[in-house]
């Protein structure tokens, strides 16, 4: 169950209107890693949840947080487009400057939403779903949200040398700090899983299974061997199940493939120095009612 107070989480006021800066904003609202994506990741990460209380209770908590800075940041665009399409336009014919800043300006914000914020990113793209992972292993899932929060704080923090308001900085700030908790949150929960089980997801698959010879080979598919340099290139591997050894020329393991000629109705191109095969007109019939 939900329940919605008036007040917000933190401040949401800007300094003075800016509808530019507006669909900028619009990016950690309906972004790739903006706020709904997480807000939605983590609610069905907590709802699909069948591991331990904790995990669930924790991914509500968060989630439920997210609904809270959505909103935040959906009031603070409102807010940056108060006053912007009319008015504005009139004196965009007198003054270069206004009509250059409305130039910048995302008209949906004034024909499709009446002068608020959009599930869309800064072009206009359309929040997806896809962005969202809730697999049900948590810890593959953890670390998606580590991910998450590391570009979603990278891009607030851009966002931040993008503007000099300081009712948005304000907000922003909020916004960064609690991305500094997530990410240690995240940290926090993925140490504590792999105490655990395996680092390496899933930690239920047998690894007898798997061809174990390249299990721990770090194989060198470009010119240069720099990449030799790295902790993953030697010495004990992350899940302490094996050491990494470095092939400087790796060789190919598999056959050359070669498929067969397609039946005469699909019609491919001929194989060079063969006949194309035929077929009668009635079989050809028979076979082209699959399309």
Known sequence: ?????????YNAKPDKPDPVYA?????ILGGQFGEITVMLQYL???????????????????????IA????IATMIAQLLDGAPVQDQEEAAKDPVIEAVLGGMNPQHAIVSGLGATPTDSVGYPWNARYMIASGNLLA?????????????????????????????????????????????????????????????????PQDLEKQQVSYSFMNFSKGEESSQGRWASGP???????????ANPEAMGQVPELKPAPAYIHNSPIPGTTPPQTDQAN????TNLH
Request: with cysteine; hydrophobic share 35%; charged share 25%.
């Open 69 to 72: 800075h959505v909103e935040m």
């Open 1 to 9: 169950m939900f329940y919605h107070i008036k007040e917000l989480q």
């Open 141 to 205: 899932d953890f670390r998606a949200n580590l991910n998450a929060e590391s570009q979603g704080r990278l891009q607030v923090v851009r966002l931040y040398e993008s503007t000099t308001d300081p009712g948005v900085r304000d907000m922003l700030s909020f916004l960064i700090a609690r991305d500094t908790m997530h990410q240690n949150q995240w940290m926090a929960a993925i140490e504590e899983l792999e105490l655990t089980q395996k680092a390496i997801v899933p930690s239920t698959f």
């Open 237 to 247: 591997s992350m899940d302490g199940q094996s050491s990494f050894e470095y092939i």
């Open 44 to 66: 069905f990460q907590g709802w699909n949840c069948r591991g331990e209380q904790k995990y669930r209770d924790m991914l509500l908590d968060i989630g439920t947080e997210e």
């Open 284 to 287: 050809y019939t028979d076979q």
């Open 23 to 27: 669909k900028k904003l619009q990016e």
